[in-house]
T-cell receptor
Framework: DAGITQSPRHKVTETGTPVTLRCHQTENHRYMYWYRQDPGHGLRLIHYSYGVKDTDKGEVSDGYSVSRSKTEDFLLTLESATSSQTSVYFC?????????????FGPGTRLLVL | GESVGLHLPTLSVQEGDNSIINCAYSNSASDYFIWYKQESGKGPQFIIDIRSNMDKRQGQRVTVLLNKTVKHLSLQIAATQPGDSAVYFCAENSGGSNYKLTFGKGTLLTVNP
């Protein structure tokens, strides 16, 4: 599992409240990613980080912000949650495999916004 | 198809048969491809990868075939087992990026005992 943990694993919140999801890795990987997974779509990239304090937007970044103050933690924040942000959120790291830069995923966080 | 569960393309096989799961990728500039397995309620799990300078790569009970001419990728699972039941999806490095991937929506494989 590439030493990736996510917390919380499940969360129910109300529209308009802030929510922060945490991704923690133990193997000093430089690249970390946040994705969301919804029926009808493949995994979609929200934000990614290529180092401490270095982040960039993905294809579905509106309504989300991220922070990476240390190598091991990558935080995803929904400043004011909306029902359209109900989803399963996966964190991933990038690691060199036999032939390329593979991404390995955490167990996911199921978020329900009421 | 959708990423997990509803309305995904499906493949149903008998235990012990070989399975072939297909994927059409979108970007002719992509040069690295990955197959993932995702069981219900879990995160995607890396199975096998291949670069564009390869036609075939084998792992334990799995083989990935790449046809660049028609932008097609397939995953072959030998002697399919009930534990292979999951959603399988492919990913490509986005136009040759070293660190960004684009994911397919997946195929649901069901193995009947």
């Amino acid at each position: 599992d590439a030493g990736i943990t996510q917390s919380p694993r499940h969360k129910v919140t109300e529209t308009g409240t802030p929510v922060t999801l945490r991704c923690h890795q133990t193997e000093n990987h430089r690249y970390m990613y946040w994705y969301r997974q919804d029926p009808g779509h493949g995994l979609r990239l929200i934000h990614y980080s290529y180092g401490v304090k270095d982040t960039d937007k993905g294809e579905v970044s509106d309504g989300y912000s991220v922070s990476r103050s240390k190598t091991e933690d990558f935080l995803l924040t929904l400043e004011s949650a909306t029902s359209s942000q109900t989803s399963v959120y996966f964190c991933a790291i990038s690691e060199t495999s036999g032939v390329g830069e593979t991404q390995y995923f955490g167990p996911g966080t199921r978020l329900l916004v009421l | 198809g959708e990423s997990v569960g509803l309305h995904l393309p499906t493949l149903s096989v008998q235990e012990g048969d070989n399975s072939i799961i297909n994927c059409a990728y979108s970007n002719s500039a992509s040069d690295y491809f990955i197959w993932y397995k995702q069981e219900s309620g879990k995160g995607p799990q890396f199975i096998i990868d291949i670069r564009s300078n390869m036609d075939k790569r084998q792992g334990q009970r799995v083989t990935v075939l790449l046809n660049k001419t028609v932008k097609h990728l397939s995953l072959q699972i030998a002697a399919t087992q009930p534990g292979d039941s999951a959603v399988y999806f492919c990913a490509e490095n986005s136009g040759g990026s070293n660190y960004k991937l684009t994911f397919g929506k997946g195929t649901l494989l069901t193995v009947n005992p």
